[in-house]
């Protein structure tokens, strides 16, 4: 209990200096919201105090907001690139309408049919463990669409990472 103790004193400690920390910088910036005393000689930014003008004269003018200007070898660069890549679409080729397309790729000439020896065709099968799996990922697709996260898509997940799983074995030669 000694210890929970001495851990409040150290952060009543840190607070006090907190507090007075803040109260020197408030003495040095002073404030917004109070009036100025008349002993303080010195000059303090007036952000929040309203500006009075006479009723009948317009306020003076904000002053402008001065961008600092480019230097001019940035616009010239930036005219450069510009004039170079308008002269190089027009230099370089482009197929127009005017233009006859390309040559076909030449085609590789067969032998005919009866001089070919027969080869056995290969029809490609798809196992079924695969085709299970293609379901399954679209229920679990269908259930992440139309945002039903509950056990439900945690057990269709699982499934189809099984049933992936087993494709990939079956598939792999």
Do not use: H
């Not at 005393?37 to 003008?53: I, V």
């Amino acid at each position: 209990m000694a210890t929970d103790a001495s851990g409040q004193e150290q952060q009543r400690r840190e607070l006090e200096e907190v507090r007075r920390q803040f109260a020197e910088v408030g003495k040095r910036m002073g404030s917004a919201f109070e009036p100025a005393s008349p002993d303080d000689d010195r000059e303090r930014p007036r952000a929040l105090a309203p500006t009075t003008a006479p009723p009948n004269q317009p306020p003076p003018p904000a002053p402008p907001d001065e961008l600092p200007a480019r230097p001019r070898w940035q616009w010239v660069a930036a005219v450069a690139l510009l004039l170079v890549g308008t002269g190089l679409g027009y230099a370089l080729p482009s197929a127009g309408p005017n233009d006859p397309p390309p040559p076909p790729p030449p085609s590789t000439a067969r032998p005919p049919a009866s001089t070919q020896p027969q080869q056995p065709q290969t029809v490609p099968s798809v196992p079924q463990v695969c085709l299970e799996t293609a379901r399954r990922g679209d229920k679990v697709i269908a259930k992440l669409v139309i945002n039903d996260r509950d056990r439900r898509l945690a057990e269709a997940l699982k499934a189809y990472t099984l049933a992936s799983q087993a494709c990939r074995k079956e598939a792999s030669p």
